[in-house]
């Protein structure tokens, strides 16, 4: 698919906390006509973390794993995901630059049912992904048939929210003190 587009120009972006220290650039490619432009993000690969405690990865190539593990998870992928290493030995994956996500305005929901289907939702996509990375047989049986993970997990959530409203408050107070400027959207 690539082969149907030609370079016009690309730059080198700063991109979220993850990739702090890697090459990351958005590249804008030209179809065959001025109404088929293609942008892509490319962001560099480097190691994973895990290789520390479990060894060097089956993947030789960092961003092919990376590939490979968003094509297992994501339900549909990107069709021009790929990667590349480059000259230097450095690797790197592609794809579209698109933000496709969708988002929910958390703070607008007002029936206790519509944030309960929310999170549903959110669970779900979070478990079909879980499912699809590993051994979801292995992991039920690790877990076992008790709720001492759901309670862990929702005592963590419990002492990240109250984290986030200290933090919150604190924030409020050291604008209304001057400490901060800040413009508060309602």
């Not at 049986?141 to 997990?153: K, P, Q």
Request: charged share 25%; net charge neutral; with cysteine.
């Amino acid at each position: 698919m690539l082969e149907r587009y030609g370079l016009v120009d690309f730059a080198r972006t700063v991109v979220g906390v993850g990739s702090v220290g890697t090459r990351c650039y958005v590249v804008l490619l030209q179809g065959s006509a001025e109404t088929d432009p293609l942008f892509l993000q490319i962001k560099e690969a480097g190691h994973s973390e895990l290789e520390l405690c479990l060894g060097p990865s089956r993947y030789r190539n960092h961003a092919r794993r990376v590939v490979a593990g968003q094509r297992l998870m994501q339900a549909a992928s990107d069709i021009f995901l790929g990667w590349i290493r480059d000259t230097e030995g450095r690797d790197f994956y592609w794809r579209q630059l698109r933000d496709m996500k969708g988002s929910v305005a958390v703070a607008g929901l007002k029936r206790p049912t519509a944030l309960e289907a929310y999170v549903a939702v959110c669970a779900w996509a979070l478990a079909r992904a879980h499912a699809c990375s590993g051994d979801r047989f292995a992991i039920a049986a690790y877990l076992g048939g008790n709720d001492r993970l759901d309670r862990a997990v929702a005592d963590f959530a419990k002492t990240c929210t109250d984290q986030v409203e200290r933090d919150y408050e604190r924030l409020l107070t050291a604008v209304a003190g001057g400490e901060v400027q800040a413009d508060i959207a309602v």
